[in-house]
């Protein structure tokens, strides 16, 4: 099922409070970028939040689960970086603050361990 354009604005107005918010399609779904971090999936109207080994164990206490897909050859794949956000962030400020910021904040010390492009080296004279 693809992404309803509403739902795509309602995404960007959603998570406006944290800063720069930017939607891009992927794959049928779409990824959500604050201030160049990717801190969220949509799929089927769904919010799906970044996850680390700090932040995890927050999420399955709740009984939330991995985003998950359907295959080509319809076995069924997890992405256990990302966890259904709780309903709550769609009608509770504090909630939205709360889950918003643990993504955001994963999603920053994922973006540290990347590698950065090597310099290229200056042509000597």
């Known amino acids: 099922m693809a992404i309803s354009a509403s739902f795509l ?26 201030d160049d971090l990717f801190f969220a999936l949509l799929d089927d109207d769904a919010v799906f939040l970044k996850v680390d080994e700090e932040t995890r164990k927050e999420f399955e206490k709740r009984g939330l689960a991995p985003f998950s897909f359907e295959m080509k050859d319809g076995t069924r794949a997890e992405m256990s970086g990302y966890y259904a956000a709780p309903e709550e962030i769609f009608d509770d400020e504090d909630e939205l603050k709360r889950w918003g910021t643990l993504a955001l904040d994963a999603a920053a010390r994922a973006a540290k361990f990347k590698k950065k492009p090597a310099k290229k080296k200056e042509a000597q004279r």
């Open 9 to 34: 604005d309602h995404a960007k107005e959603l998570f406006a409070p944290f800063g720069d918010i930017k939607i891009r399609k992927m794959f049928g779904g779409a990824g959500v970028y604050c």
